[in-house]
């Protein structure tokens, strides 16, 4: 059983930057995709980005892209989510997610069906 828990959310201005971090543990982290979702009051969760195992892949959403990057220290079981360019838009709760299958979140057609989740970390940027 994996456990992933999200940090690194808070308030932060439009314009600036935030890192989020999250920590897995109960499992190796590199036999995991791992991956950042977000959701907003009142919509549907939006997959932001995807790594492979040893981070040879990345996959980004198309609202993110450009502004957005993950990455991943397999031996600090972390993977990042560098937020630069924030807007209220995307004020939302931030989850990481893992699955043992890159086509769970790295395809245009991924189902996001992913097998962990963390708890979410709250992101809040102001005008």
């Known amino acids: 059983q994996v456990q992933l828990v999200e940090s690194g959310g808070g308030l932060v201005q439009a314009g600036g930057s935030l890192r989020l971090s999250c920590v897995a543990s109960g499992g190796a982290l590199n036999t995991y995709v791992m991956g950042w979702f977000r959701q907003a009051p009142g919509k549907e969760r939006e997959f932001l980005a995807a790594i492979s195992y040893k981070g040879g892949n990345i996959y980004y959403g198309t609202s993110v892209k450009g502004r957005f990057t993950i990455s991943r220290d397999n031996a600090k079981n972390t993977v990042y989510l560098q937020m630069n360019s924030l807007t209220p838009e995307d004020t939302a709760v931030y989850y990481c997610?893992?699955?043992?299958?890159?086509?769970?979140?790295?395809?245009?057609?991924?189902?996001?069906?992913?097998?962990?989740w963390g708890q979410g970390t709250q992101v809040t940027v102001s005008s």
């Open positions: 997610a893992a699955d043992q299958l890159w086509v769970t979140m790295g395809t245009p057609y991924s189902t996001y069906e992913c097998e962990y």
